[in-house]
C-alpha cells in the first residue's frame, strides 16, 4: 500500500515530534503556505508559525503580516503544564493533575479507563522543544520587533492574559478594515 502526499508528510512531522524536535523549516513553510492559499480572501491568525526567521522570511515574500502576538510566559510555568497534562485517547478529555485532576488518579472520569501522557508532554521532550524555541524562535521575535508588528502579552494563568488579548484583536479588527491579527493576503 502506497502513502499519499498527505500521509508521507504527516508521518514525517510526527517523527520529528516524537523526537521532540521542531518540524524543519522546508517542510513546515510547505504546508503552512499551502494552507494559506485557501484563505486568501479572509483573515487569519497562526499559533506557533513562524517559528524561525527563516520561515518569517517566507511567509514575508508571500503576506504582508500586520500583527504577531507574543505570549510571554516563563518556562517553568510551561514545563509544569504540559508535563502534568494526561489524555483520554478515546474521547480526547485532558486532564492537568495540578488544576483539572481525575477524580481517581490515572483513570478517565467518564469511563475508567486509563490516562495517557503524550511523548511530547513528557518533561525530558517538553525541555528539549524550550531549547530549541529559545535558538531557534527568540530570534524572530527580534525579526518582528524591528518591523513594528510585535505585541507582547506577559503571565502565567490565561484567564489574566486573554482579557488582554482580546481587547486587543477586537481594537484590530474593530477599525472596519477587517486586517488580520496575525496577517493579511
Not at 479572509?42 to 505570549?71: H, K, M
Amino acid at each position: 500500500m502506497q502513502l499519499g502526499k498527505c500521509e508521507e508528510v504527516g508521518l514525517l512531522v510526527k517523527s520529528y515530534i516524537d523526537q521532540g524536535q521542531l518540524v524543519s523549516d522546508d517542510v513546515i513553510t510547505r504546508l503552512i503556505l499551502h494552507d494559506l492559499k485557501g484563505l486568501e480572501q479572509c483573515s487569519w491568525l497562526l499559533d506557533g508559525f513562524p517559528r524561525t526567521v527563516t520561515q518569517a522570511e517566507c511567509l514575508d515574500t508571500v503576506y504582508q503580516i500586520d500583527t504577531v502576538l507574543n505570549l510571554n510566559v516563563p518556562f517553568e510555568t510551561i514545563k509544569e503544564r504540559l508535563s502534568s497534562r494526561w489524555i483520554h485517547l478515546g474521547s480526547g478529555r485532558v486532564y492537568n493533575t495540578n488544576f483539572n485532576p481525575p477524580k481517581i488518579p490515572g483513570l478517565d472520569d467518564v469511563t475508567g479507563e486509563p490516562l495517557i501522557q503524550r511523548n511530547d508532554d513528557k518533561l525530558e521532550t517538553v525541555t528539549r522543544r524550550l531549547k530549541s524555541y529559545e535558538t531557534q524562535t527568540r530570534p524572530v521575535l527580534e525579526y518582528y520587533r524591528n518591523k513594528g508588528v510585535l505585541e507582547t502579552f506577559t503571565g502565567t494563568e490565561t484567564n489574566k492574559i486573554w482579557p488582554h488579548i482580546q481587547t486587543f484583536l477586537c481594537s484590530k479588527t474593530s477599525d472596519g478594515d477587517q486586517k488580520a491579527a496575525a496577517g493579511k493576503a
